[in-house]
């Protein structure tokens, strides 16, 4: 199907400059934007990985956790006391609920999981608002604190791939203390560079923009682009909705924020393995964004989905379980051991190969 540049959100003056735009629309995003043309080849729906239960989550405890600028992120806490922690950060304009199918897989499977709400998303309040991604990155490290994670994997979809970034270049003591691998979907390092003009950004996707680009038939066919073509029709109205529920001043700012960033810097130096997952039909972030955090990330490694699009949270909830199934057991393959006569392990030759393998997908 094909879904047009709405013209009315643009004025005609700028339309022809739209194409660098939709650079940082695109990348940026955890959902589709409204400045994408798609064209795709009808098929037949898949089986909706989601099913029974959609999006919710599994039960559990919850709290709340109040940043440095006063904001307050709404955590749930589930699983058994004792398993293996996970911590779920989601994407721009989505909730912790995106999570639920993969967060009541691992419940299942005996994991202690975490999830959050982003400052200015769910149940979660703005504070001072989003001056740059590093503040992402500080509200990880504040719900980390406040679960006192130790040897926890840390999953990132999109914008909460941002901020896991964000926060082991800031805070790399932390993380290394904290974290035993990461695993990265659909996310970038890098978006467009540069600032975006705030004004179109507001007209386009602030409160200024008309309601129905986010509601109803219009709102689920342009959430339809940030999926694979085998999603089901249950997966773009849930991703519109939470579009439409995420406040104007979190959709603008988080815009704004994620187009100036650029976390490749921070990523050198951080030594935790990292799985990066991006999907064949990935308009937002595609290979190239995955390819770029494996260079820069050491010990990263990419693996790519077919046929899976942005939305990999609830496309592809067994390929992300996989993933951190296997970042555990890859954590602890290059944990060498501890000689007995007190000295100083060797790196284990095998971390070299696995960076040098990264570099080369």
Known sequence: MTVPLPTALVPRPVRRRLRPVIRVLVPAAGVAGATVLVRRRRRAPSVDP??????????????????ADGAELAVRTAGPDGGPLVVLVHCWTGAKELWGPVARRLVGDGYRVVLYDQRGHGASSWGDGLPHIDRLGDDLAAVLAHVDARDAVVVGHSMGGMSIQAYVGRHGEDAHARLRAAVLAATAARTFGREFPPALAERILGDLAPSWTRTGRV????????????????HAVAV???LHATPGAARVGCLLAMARMDLRAGLVA?????????????????????????????????????????????????DIVEAIRDAVDRADALTPPCPDDGSVAKEPSDVVELTRAARTH
């Open 219 to 234: 709102g689920t066919a342009l959430a339809r682009g940030s999926l694979g073509p085998g999603a089901v029709r249950a």
């Open 50 to 67: 989601c099913a029974p239960e959609g999006l919710a989550l599994p039960e559990g405890a919850d709290g709340v956790v109040t940043t």
């Open 240 to 242: 519109r909705d939470l």
């Open 270 to 318: 951080v030594r935790l393995p990292a799985t990066v997952l991006v999907g064949t039909h990935d308009l937002l972030t595609p290979r190239r964004s995955a390819r770029a955090i494996v260079a820069a990330w050491p010990g990263a490694t990419m693996r790519v989905l077919p046929g899976a699009g942005h939305m990999l949270p609830i496309e592809r909830p067994d």
